[in-house]
T-cell receptor
Framework: ETGVTQSPTHLIKTRGQQVTLRCSSQ?????VSWYQQALGQGPQFIFQ???????GRGNFPPRFSGLQFPNYSSELNVNALELDDSALYLC????????????FGSGTRLTVV | GIQVEQSPPDLILQEGANSTLRCNFS?????LQWFHQNPWGQLINLFY???GTKQNGRLSATTVATERYSLLYISSSQTTDSGVYFC???????????FGAGTQVVVTP
């Protein structure tokens, strides 16, 4: 059984650029959630995808968008990067209806300069 | 939204000591999980415990849903227990989780 894989592990971008982060969900899981974790804080919910549709969104602007593919993998896209977007981005997969099955990836650390 | 408060914010333990971490939440929840975040950022799911008591080795957790709090017990702590412990709650069993600010635990040899 494979876990959740995120890529890349680290990324440095310039303010105003766009970035795409990727997540491969755990085998058998059909739901993907994305979280942003700023330094010294708890993760904050960005959005969740189920069956390729957005299924819940946190308090993040529209420049944060996502996709889920038929194989349940997912992308997080952030446009017009701001310095405050610097954070650890975590992807979690689960099986719908079974929230306790959350499995997190190791995250992508994004630095915006 | 649901507010989650964790205490204490920091904890320094000597190896072998026991400790209790607390999580208070502001509204009824159907999902409560405890996570351990290691120094590399990986979040490990310790317990799914919206109510009741569970044990896994040296760790155990209790949630009193009617009083809106949960406790995580670490017994005979080891240096590998170091890291940040997060409590996270949700209104449903598989959706959005609201995380607390975490408890930073350092276990010294």
């Amino acid at each position: 059984e494979t876990g959740v894989t995120q890529s890349p592990t680290h990324l440095i971008k310039t303010r105003g650029q766009q970035v795409t982060l990727r997540c491969s969900s755990q085998s058998g899981h059909n739901t993907v959630s994305w979280y942003q974790q700023a330094l010294g804080q708890g993760p904050q919910f960005i959005f969740q995808y189920y069956r390729e549709e957005e299924n819940g969104r946190g308090n993040f602007p529209p420049r944060f968008s996502g996709l889920q593919f038929p194989n349940y993998s997912s992308e997080l896209n952030v446009n017009a990067l701001e310095l405050d977007d610097s954070a650890l981005y975590l992807c979690a997969s689960s099986l719908s209806g079974l929230g306790y099955g959350y499995t997190f990836g190791s995250g992508t650390r994004l630095t915006v300069v | 939204g649901i507010q989650v408060e964790q205490s204490p914010p920091d904890l320094i333990l000597q190896e072998g000591a026991n400790s209790t971490l607390r999580c208070n939440f502001s509204d009824s929840v159907n999902n409560l999980q405890w996570f351990h975040q290691n120094p590399w950022g990986q979040l490990i799911n310790l317990f799914y415990i919206p109510s009741g008591t569970k044990q896994n080795g040296r760790l155990s957790a209790t949630t009193v849903a009617t009083e809106r709090y949960s406790l995580l017990y670490i017994s005979s702590s080891q240096t590998t227990d170091s890291g940040v412990y997060f409590c996270a709650v949700g209104a449903d069993s598989w959706g959005k989780l609201q995380f607390g600010a975490g408890t930073q635990v350092v276990v010294t040899p």
